[in-house]
């Protein structure tokens, strides 16, 4: 069995890698898309200063390219080196995805992202724009796959467990591909990377007016950027409530924690707008609530009824129950495939074999003949995700969530009303704008991945039981290397892109040409 303190030190390395690994990805998301769309009016109206936005926001989409790739890879082999066991339990499904993204879209993106850098001396207009589109879908492919593949751990449809061989092996691919989790999980993360690009520009392009500098290219880009976000922003919204929706029916214990839900309550249900959540006693010590709102957001309906805490706990006391002996079938079915019998009984308990897994962890020398009622009780009450943290990032996405869209929507006005230049304290706001859509994306991560918890699969694996058996000394000195590593590629990334953006698009073949026999200051007024 692997410590505990192991499991808790790969989860802490896993969670690291993706959480900065995640600062690089919704820039690459929308910049590619908003790139594409920037190019676009350049095409169709000829207007040149439409290029330069391309070529100027190219290079800082390249920046944060390169340093996404390098973060992004390492993750993938923790698979194998941290999780082994989930490795060889989902390789059969879990492969699938993941390959296809590799082969169909990364390839795609970082083979003609060259092609868009350099390329736009060598292509016509037209085959540039093609170039660009294949990178903007290439990178969107990339999370439609990897997102198909993280939403089976999420919602495990499309593949059976064989207990024989105890690997998930894929069945349906379409089921796969077309988990409900995957396609409204899908469209509401890459809305959120069109918003997180949409307010990044917005907010380089209120510095620049701030300068003085570059307005023309900063105006225009504002311009499109904000109307981009805008549209987006209103998508992030309506989809992630299409995602609780559906989260509500595959995974209601993670619901539960997001609304710190205990006890069970009658229709209409009120809203925690504020709570302050007790895990080891089960309540909260302070409410502020919406009459009704929590049935109208959740069933859409005034007579809908969400499961509470202490619900779900005895569900999966039941569960846990029915799980065992399927266990101990497959403990009998490990000694002899052919056993009949053990086969008849797994599949009679089959459906509820991962809360079996879930208790064997409390058994005395595995054996589950042994679990006792207040194990199955301590086992169930494992099946709670860590209330407060999931509480409490919903609640800070969705505050982030609803300033951007209200920002947006100002800036969208203000910008076709041309006052955002004439207004300093709303070029300061857009500049102070930048860091929260990274910081949502941050928090509606947490929310997904430790709402899943105690699984790695949800319902079939734990995730005490998916990790190698490193000690913990390995585990220490791996995490610190990679947060040490981590941090350094971010401190390069914060380092290029303001050095980049001091420079200007002039000091990369972007801006206008120097008049000849100007001074340096009436060159670079001439390049504004």
Known sequence: MVNDLVVDLSRAQFAATALYHFLFVPLTLGLTV???????????TGREIYKQMAQFW?????????????????MEFQFGTNWSFYSSFVGDTFGAPLAIEGLMAFFLESTFIGLMVFGWDRMSKAQHLIVTYAVALGSNFSALWILVANSFMQ?????????ITMRMELQNFGALFFNSDAQSKFVHTVLAGYVTAA????????????????????????????????????GVITLGDALGY????????????????????KAPMAFNAIAFPNQAEQKNYFTIQIPAMLSILVTHSLDGVVPAIDQLEVQAQERIRNGIPAVQAMEKLSANPRDEAALAQFKAHGKDVGYGFLVLRYAPQGDLSKITDADIVRAARDTI???????????????FGLLMLAYLVLATLMTLSNQV?????????????????FLACEFGWLVAEVGRQPWTVNEMLPTWLSASTHSVAYMVFSLSGFILLYTAFAIVEIYLMLLFIRKGPEEHGTGHAPAAGLSPAGRRLAAS
Request: aromatic share 12%; hydrophobic share 55%; glycine share 8%.
């Open 246 to 265: 559906v989260g509500a029916k595959v995974q209601p214990t993670k619901l539960a924690a997001m609304e710190a839900l205990w006890t069970a309550e």
């Open 34 to 44: 908003l790139l594409a769309v920037m190019e676009t009016i350049y095409v169709t």
């Open 58 to 74: 190219t290079r800082l989409l390249l920046i944060n390219f390169a340093l996404g790739v390098a973060t992004g890879l390492t």
């Open 421 to 437: 230049e004439r207004q300093r304290w709303f070029q300061w706001a857009a500049l102070l704008m930048v860091p929260v859509p």
């Open 385 to 399: 995700p860590d209330v407060s943290i999931v509480f409490w990032s919903f609640r800070i996405m969705v505050a």
């Open 199 to 234: 307010i990044f520009v917005c907010g380089i392009s209120a510095w620049y007016m701030l300068k003085g500098r570059h307005l023309d290219l900063a105006r225009r880009s504002f311009r499109v950027a904000a109307v981009f976000g805008m549209l987006g922003g209103g």
């Open 155 to 163: 919602h495990p449809q499309g593949a059976e467990f064989n207990p």
